[in-house]
C-alpha cells in the first residue's frame, strides 16, 4: 500500500518541482542553498551518492564519499533507506550524521539539495564561524558541503512543513559539523537529532531531539548561544581526559556506591545537555566534608 501511495503523490510533484529549479534564499543561520546544485529524486526512500573533491575526516575515518538519505540523514559506508531512525549508542558498524533522521516524503512538497564549496563567500562565513566558536584554533576552512531539507514533510503528513540543515566543514585536517534549523513541525514518528559513529565510540543526541512533540523547539536551542544552531568538531578519534572538581549538597550519603553512580549519571547529563559529547566519567575521590 506505501508503494502506491508514495507513486501516485510522486506523478503529481515532479511537474511542480520542475517549475522551482532556482536558488533559495537562505533562512535564519542556514548557508546557501539551491535545488540545481544537486537534489534528491522525488521519490521516497531514496539515497545520492555524492563523490567528495575532497576527502573528509569523521572520527579518525578518511571517506572520499557520502550519501545523502532522504530521511534526514548523510552516511558515508552505504546508503540508507531506514525512515526510523537508530538512536545513539546503538553499536552499529557505520559513522551517521542526522540533522533530523525520521519518515520524510517530499513527493507532496519540499526539496532536499546538497553542494560543495572550494572557494568564494561561502568558505569565509564558514572560517568566520569556526574561529568564532573555537577562537584558539586560527581555523581556515578549504573545503564546505551543505545538505538542506527545505519545507520536507513527513511521510502520509501533507501539509507538514520542516527545514533543516546539515554543514561539513574542513581545512584538510581538521573537521566540523554545524546543524541549523529553522521551523520544525511536530511529529507523532520516531526521530533523532545527533550523530554515531561505528561501535557507538563516539556519538550526541541534542537534547529533547529523540521527542516528536519537542523538536519544534530545534529551532531555539543550541550549544553555541545562536539559536537554532548546534557546531560539533568531529575529527580526531582520540579522547580527552579532563579533571572534573564539583561540590554537591546530598541529604544522601555519597560514599555508598549506589549515590555516586545516581550523581554520576546526573553530571553526564548535565555536560551532554551544555553540548559535550558521550563521555565516560569516573570518580577519583569522594570527601564528606562537614557544611
Known amino acids: 500500500m506505501r508503494f502506491l501511495q508514495q507513486h501516485l503523490l510522486l506523478l503529481v510533484s515532479v511537474l ?76 552499529r558498524g557505520e559513522d551517521i550524521i542526522a540533522p533530523l533522521w525520521t519518515d520524510i516524503d517530499i513527493s507532496p512538497n519540499g526539496v532536499i539539495s546538497y553542494k560543495e564549496y572550494t572557494e568564494g563567500v561561502v ?25 538542506t531539507w527545505h519545507r520536507v514533510a513527513y511521510f502520509l503528513q501533507p501539509g507538514t512543513e520542516s527545514s533543516f540543515q546539515v554543514v561539513l566543514i574542513s581545512d584538510g585536517y581538521l573537521s566540523f559539523v554545524l546543524m ?18 561505528v561501535n557507538s565510540a563516539r ?16 529551532k531555539n536551542s543550541s550549544n ?21 572538581r564539583i561540590r554537591v549538597t546530598s541529604y544522601s550519603d555519597l560514599t ?7 550523581i554520576r549519571e546526573k553530571v553526564k547529563q548535565e555536560l551532554v545537555d551544555r553540548g559535550l559529547p558521550s563521555m565516560e566519567l569516573k570518580v577519583r575521590r569522594v570527601e564528606k566534608t562537614t557544611p
Do not use: C, M
Open 203 to 218: 556519538y550526541f543526541v541534542i537534547p529533547d531531539s529523540s521527542d516528536g512533540n519537542s523538536i519544534p523547539n530545534l
Open 16 to 91: 511542480s518541482l520542475n517549475q522551482g529549479t532556482t536558488a533559495q534564499k537562505a533562512p535564519g543561520n542556514f548557508y546557501p542553498f539551491d535545488s540545481v546544485a544537486g537534489s534528491i529524486a522525488v521519490e521516497d526512500e531514496n539515497s545520492t551518492y555524492v563523490g567528495l573533491s575532497r576527502p573528509f575526516v569523521f572520527f579518525g575515518r578518511l571517506y572520499h564519499q557520502l550519501y545523502v538519505n532522504n530521511n534526514g540523514h548523510l552516511s558515508f559506508i552505504q546508503p540508507s533507506t531506514d525512515f526510523i531512525p537508530h538512536p545513539p549508542p546503538s553499536y
Open 224 to 244: 553555541v548561544n545562536v539559536p537554532g544552531r548546534w557546531v560539533f568538531r568531529v575529527d580526531s578519534e582520540q579522547e580527552t581526559v579532563v579533571g572534573l
Open 180 to 197: 541549523n534549523y529553522e521551523d520544525v513541525a511536530p511529529t507523532a514518528d520516531l526521530v533523532l537529532a545527533g550523530y554515531d559513529t
Open 123 to 147: 568558505l569565509a562565513n564558514a572560517t568566520r564561524d569556526i574561529n568564532l566558536y573555537f577562537p584558539d584554533l586560527s581555523f581556515t576552512a578549504t573545503w564546505v558541503f551543505v545538505a
Open 256 to 262: 555508598e556506591s549506589g549515590n555516586i553512580l545516581f
